[in-house]
C-alpha cells in the first residue's frame, strides 16, 4: 500500500498540489479525474519520487519514500507514464525485458524467471506478433502497449497509470484497463490510473478521486462521487448522471 499524508508540491512559489491524502490499497483500483491543470500528474511524480514534495510524506509500506534507493522503488513500484521515450535500435522482446531490470544480478543476464514474466507480458498486452520489431517503429497505439508490457514484466505490488489509453483503440481500450483491473483482483496489485474519460472511471474504479486546483473535492465510489453537482462544479459544463438498464455504474454526459 503507498500512503500520501498531507502532500504538498510547489513549482516555484506556485502550489499546484494542496494538502492532498489518501492510500493506493492492494487490491484495489483507485481513479483520478479532474480537469487540464488540476495536479493529477503532479500528485503521481510526487509518489515516483520524480518531483520533491513541498510538505507532508509518502510512504510505501509504511517506509518513507524519500529513504528508498532506486532499486527498492523499482521492486515496489512500476509505472505508465503519460509519455515515454522508448529507446531506440531495441526490439520490443528487448524493451519489455528491461521491466527486469531491478532483479538481474552482476552479470545482467535475464534468468528463466525474468523470461517468462517477459512473455507473460507480451501476452496479455496483445503484442506477441510485434515482439521481433524494432519499438520505434510502432504504431503509438502499439508503443502504449509495449510501455504497459514493461511495467507487468516488472512485477510490482504496486502499479501506477498516468493516461494510460492515450493512443489506443477502443478495443484495446477496454483489455488494458480489463487487464489492469484483473490483476488487482487476483494478485492484489494496488492500481491508481489517471483517466479523463469518466465512464472508463466510472466502470473500471473501486474508488475515484476528483481534483480541482490541486485539492480533494471528492473521493469515494463512483455512485458517491459521480454526482451532477460534483462534476458541474469541476468541469463547469451541466452535467447528466443517470443508469440504463443492464449497466451497473453510472453513465456520464453533458447537458
Same mark, same amino acid.
Given at each position: ?32 479525474? +479532474? ?13 515516483? +519520487? ?5 510538505? +507532508? ?162 473521493? +469515494? ?35
Amino acid at each position: 500500500m503507498i500512503s500520501l499524508s498531507d502532500v504538498s508540491v510547489h513549482y516555484g512559489d506556485q502550489p499546484v498540489v494542496q494538502n492532498i491524502s489518501f492510500d493506493i490499497r492492494q487490491g484495489k483500483v483507485m481513479v483520478l479525474i +479532474g480537469p487540464n491543470g488540476s495536479g493529477k500528474t503532479t500528485i503521481i511524480r510526487g509518489i515516483t +519520487g520524480s518531483v520533491k514534495l513541498s510538505g +507532508g510524506q509518502i510512504k510505501y509500506d509504511g517506509k518513507n519514500s524519500a529513504d528508498l534507493s532506486e532499486t527498492e522503488r523499482a521492486k515496489y513500484l512500476s509505472v505508465v507514464p503519460q509519455n515515454s521515450l522508448l529507446p531506440d535500435g531495441f526490439s520490443v522482446y528487448e524493451t519489455v525485458a528491461m521491466g527486469r531490470t531491478p532483479y538481474l544480478g552482476l552479470l545482467g543476464k535475464l534468468s528463466e524467471e525474468d523470461r517468462r514474466r517477459v512473455d507473460e507480458a507480451i501476452r496479455e498486452t496483445a503484442i506477441f506478433d510485434l515482439r521481433k520489431k524494432d519499438v520505434r517503429s510502432l504504431s503509438g497505439g502499439e508503443q502504449q502497449r509495449v510501455i504497459l508490457a514493461r511495467a507487468l514484466a516488472q512485477d510490482t505490488p504496486v502499479m501506477i497509470l498516468d493516461e494510460p489509453t492515450t493512443h489506443l483503440d477502443l478495443n484495446h481500450t477496454i483489455g488494458i484497463l480489463s487487464l489492469v483491473r484483473n490483476l488487482s483482483r487476483e494478485k492484489g496489485t494496488a492500481v491508481l490510473i489517471v483517466l479523463h474519460d469518466l465512464n472508463l472511471a466510472a466502470r473500471f474504479a473501486d474508488e475515484i478521486i476528483i481534483l480541482k486546483q490541486g485539492n480533494i473535492l471528492a473521493m +469515494g465510489t463512483p455512485e458517491e462521487v459521480l454526482t451532477e453537482n460534483n462534476l458541474t462544479a469541476v468541469y463547469h459544463v451541466p452535467m447528466i448522471v443517470f443508469r440504463h438498464d443492464g449497466i451497473s455504474t453510472p453513465i456520464v454526459l453533458p447537458k
